[in-house]
């Protein structure tokens, strides 16, 4: 089942109704699938914060203006795994901007780089649906940069994208360049520009401001510079969740043509061998297809699809280059794997293990 699509407006002549019609909850889930999931929502707990909200503020001097460059350094309580040096390979190790006892999850209706068959824009993000009110957290520690409407302030591809937005600048880096977090559409503002937060740290509740259908947070990270342009898949750097006590595990890989060439908006197909010997579909994909400025593939890897929060084992992915490709790739718990589709070759980037 799907989930509707959030978050982005559609394509240059695509009528708001339409879109509205096509991305309906009834629609995409039956009036089954959406009691369920208004009844889902509900169980979760409310835990109480600490943190006394402050006012509402769009200080900052620049949005796009990065800090001094601060001295790298591993956020306090997150543990960075070790398949390759950090500073090769900076990856999985971003706490859940959802906090426990929410929903962790993300929606893999509309993954980062996809448009849906272009029908909608591009994802520069990914999507975490929520009920309204959900508590929002810093996912490592860094400074607010802004924090405020982005009606006046250029965050996306518009005024008024995000509506009410969060933009940290971590205190780590990668590479010798900065790292920024951004998250959207919230519906009210715990934090005020030039304040400094530690992972864990409450910045604002799920809303559905800016251009949003149905509550949920929009979260980018963005490297090098405050940019949306700027954009790297935050599947590749979220930490895989726990889930039933078992660590999940995470994959990357590209689709290319025999020369190389990286192959946007192709289907890749995940699919898995159960207990039984036999291969279920667990997840389908999209390699990117972004905007010709924006690559959205991380600088090591070169990467045009990737996925997280994968249940550990062998999977077998399958994609069209010029013909069907598949290979066999062992995913394990709280690591990255990599596999290569089309080139004829299987070259292990630097941050594959």
Known sequence: MTEPR?????R?????????AFLSCGLALGQEGCAGRAAGAAVHPQPSFSAAPTALSSEASS???ALPPPAP??????LIPSLTPPSICPLLWLGRPIPQGFDQRIDTSYPF???????LEPHHGIDLPNPLGTPVVAAASGTVVFAGDDD????GPSFGFYGNAVVLQLDRQTEGRPIFLLQGHLNDISIKAGQHVSPGDLIGRVGLTGVAIGAHLHFEVRVGTNEYTSVRNPELWLAPRTEAGMTLGALAGRVVDSSGNMLPGRTVTLRKWDGSGVLRTVRYLTTYELEPSTSGSDDSLQEN????DLEPGSYQISAFSSKLQSATVTVKPGKLSWVDLGSGQDPLPACAP
């Open 63 to 65: 949005p796009r203006g």
């Open 152 to 155: 006046q302030v250029l965050l």
């Open 73 to 78: 350094t591993a956020p306090p309580g997150i």
């Open 305 to 308: 699809f990737a996925a997280t």
């Open 12 to 20: 240059t002549g695509l009528r708001w109704a339409a879109l509205t």
């Open 6 to 10: 959030r978050g982005i407006p559609p």
């Open 113 to 119: 780089g996809s448009t849906e068959g272009e029908t």
